[in-house]
């Protein structure tokens, strides 16, 4: 069993950046390094939607059109932990973050709901314009 849990969301002015992590915790944290991990979010009354990805080693990262350019995944090994840095946010931004593990090992970066298997709470992030 793997627990995933986001922090570092909040509120932010348009324009501004904040920095969202996922730490792993549990017996089999470290499963979790060879292992894809994702980032999607959920506004009101819209569906989950794919933010980033990152492979098992951070070679390969992929991002929505959405946020390219301004969003950027990484990873560390040593935490068990994957980082969300988000500069120039949007009021579109807005949304519950989720970070997730994907079910196969990670040599790819997957990008549907339905490649995680393991999900945090969320972290809210609200930008006001």
């Known amino acids: 069993q793997v627990e995933l849990v986001e922090s570092g969301g909040g509120l932010v002015q348009a324009g501004g950046s904040l920095r969202l992590s996922c730490a792993a915790s549990?017996?089999?944290?470290?499963?979790?390094?060879?292992?894809?991990l994702g980032w999607f979010r959920q506004a009101p009354g819209k569906e989950r939607e794919f933010v980033s990805c990152?492979?098992?080693?951070?070679?390969?990262?992929s991002y929505a059109d959405s946020v390219k350019g301004r969003f950027t995944i990484s990873r560390d090994h040593a935490k068990n932990t994957v980082y969300l840095q988000m500069n120039s946010l949007k009021p579109e931004d807005t949304a519950v973050y989720y970070c997730?593990?994907?079910?196969?090992?990670?040599?790819?970066?997957?990008?549907?709901?339905?490649?995680?298997?393991?999900w945090g709470q969320g972290t809210q992030v609200t930008v006001s314009s």
């Open positions: 990152i492979n098992w080693n951070g070679a390969i990262t």
């Open positions: 549990g017996r089999t944290a470290n499963v979790l390094n060879v292992h894809s």
């Open positions: 997730a593990k994907s079910r196969l090992y990670g040599r790819e970066c997957y990008q549907s709901i339905g490649d995680y298997d393991y």
